[in-house]
């Protein structure tokens, strides 16, 4: 093709390897990023491209090869309703990309374990997995786990709480720290200007999600809300029953509690407390997670507003852009972007 000539309309490998000069089987190579082709002809091949206007079908030339994705989910063990539906998404978008050669699978560690989201990590078989999304704490080891995982070509993508400072690939999930500060001019715009405490419940401080959303509410509510006490966290360790331990004595030492905000997924054991107090004066409570649970919460006015993210656009997500990383493929930044959605109990969705 001469300089200037204007694209093929449908150009194809085999005018890309006419342009450059080369074999079918380096251009191959060069598109699949295999080794051993040397770097001037992987720059011919790439100014080929450009010129033709080619264009690669990931997807076609996939399946044309048989090949198949392999992208492996790594949850929290903790039971609770926003991992369930999770794990619920996981195995419908499974079920439905199936013709697209694409298998989706998930493991379970312990919640709050660097020790043993490392091992699951480095449990991984790199020669079968093409990309791994975790869902779990920052810490060192993580961090050299997942280092090691990039190293043998294996796509990382974090989900729900970021690992930035890992060499994961992409984060999939909300803004934690706006999902913090949207809940606190909730809370204080639901409260208005009544004196009093505000109660945090979290699962723990060591993970980034929760201390995020943390600190953004606490930097609104000193901003816009000086009147109001927000407490030290109460850790329960997204664990129903803890959380229903610890509440009685945490309201005992503090009787003046007129609001909650539930960051993390003690949903179900601050439900089960307020069951057993129904004597209580009701305090304002601004939670997390549109589920089940929730939704009956805000129904029956026990729950004053629900910030929630999609969990089958976080599944969806982090399948995408596995994919796309696996093919050399841009991402679609905004198609990706997690909304935080907020829900009153005028406007919960059917």
Do not use: C, W
């Not at 999304?133 to 190293?151: K, M, N, Q, W, Y």
């Amino acid at each position: 093709m001469k300089h200037g000539q204007p694209p093929l309309s449908n150009p194809t490998i085999n005018d890309i390897a006419r342009v450059a000069e080369v074999s079918l089987a380096t251009v191959d190579r060069v598109l699949n990023a295999r080794p051993g082709v040397r770097e001037a002809t992987v720059k011919k091949v790439n100014r080929a491209i450009a010129e033709l206007g080619y264009v690669r079908d990931a997807a076609a030339a996939n399946l044309a090869r048989g090949r198949t994705y392999n992208f492996v989910f790594i949850l929290p063990s903790n039971k609770n309703e926003f991992l369930s539906s999770l794990e619920a998404q996981i195995e419908h978008l499974g079920q439905s990309i199936r013709h697209e050669r694409t298998q989706l699978t998930y493991v379970r560690v312990a919640a709050f374990d660097p020790v043993a989201l490392a091992e699951a990590i480095d449990a991984i078989d790199t020669a079968t997995v093409d990309g791994v999304a975790i869902f779990g704490p920052e810490t060192p080891s993580v961090r050299d786990s997942i280092a090691l995982l990039r190293s043998q070509g294996v796509t990382v993508v974090s989900l729900v709480a970021d690992i930035p400072s890992s060499e994961r690939d992409h984060y999939v999930g909300v803004d934690n720290i706006a999902a913090g500060r949207t809940a606190a001019q909730l809370m204080g715009k639901f409260i208005g200007q009544r004196e009093g405490k505000i109660l945090v419940l979290t699962g723990s401080m060591l993970a980034r999600d929760h201390l995020e959303r943390r600190l953004g509410f606490d930097a609104v509510m000193t901003r816009d809300f000086p009147h109001l006490d927000v407490l030290a966290s109460l850790e329960g360790r997204d664990d129903p029953d803890l959380i229903a331990r610890l509440l009685p004595d945490t309201l005992a030492d503090n009787p003046n509690i007129i609001g909650i905000y539930s960051s993390a997924a003690g949903n179900e054991g601050l439900l089960r407390f307020f069951a057993s107090r129904t004597g209580m004066p009701r305090p304002v409570v601004v939670a997390h997670e549109l589920t089940q649970l929730s939704r009956e919460a805000l129904s029956n006015d026990v729950f004053d507003a629900v910030i929630s993210q999609d969990t089958g656009h976080l599944v969806r997500s982090a399948v995408r852009i596995m994919r796309a990383k696996r093919d050399r493929l841009p991402i679609q930044t905004a198609q990706e972007r997690i909304r935080i959605d907020v829900y009153l109990k005028e406007n919960m969705p059917p």
